[in-house]
C-alpha cells in the first residue's frame, strides 16, 4: 500500500506533539495542559490509524478478495477482524 501524504503529514504531526508533550513534562509544566496535548495526539494518532486502515481497505484488501486465492482472502478478513477488535480494546 502507498501510504498518502495527508497521513505522513499527520504521522509528523504527532512525532511534533509528542516530543513538546515530553519537554512540557520534563519542564514540569501544569498537568492539565500536558494531559490536554496528550489527548491531542491521542486524537490525532486514531485518526491517523482510520486513514490507513481506509487505505488498506481500498488496495490490499480489495486486491485480497478479487483474488481466486481463498486462503490469502481468509487471511486478510482475519487480519481485519484483529485489527478492529484490538482498537475495541483500547
Do not use: P
Request: charged residues 25%.
Amino acid at each position: 500500500m502507498k501510504t498518502d501524504k495527508k497521513t505522513i503529514t499527520s504521522l509528523k504531526k504527532a512525532r511534533t506533539l509528542l516530543d513538546k508533550i515530553i519537554t512540557m513534562a520534563e519542564n514540569d509544566q501544569y498537568c492539565i495542559d500536558v494531559i490536554q496535548q496528550n489527548l491531542a495526539v491521542i486524537w490525532l494518532l486514531k485518526s491517523t490509524n482510520l486513514q490507513l486502515l481506509e487505505g488498506h481497505l481500498s488496495c490490499c484488501f480489495v486486491d485480497a478478495i478479487k483474488s481466486d486465492n481463498k486462503k490469502r482472502q481468509h487471511e486478510m478478513i482475519q487480519e481485519i477482524l484483529t485489527i478492529v477488535k484490538t482498537a475495541q480494546n483500547k
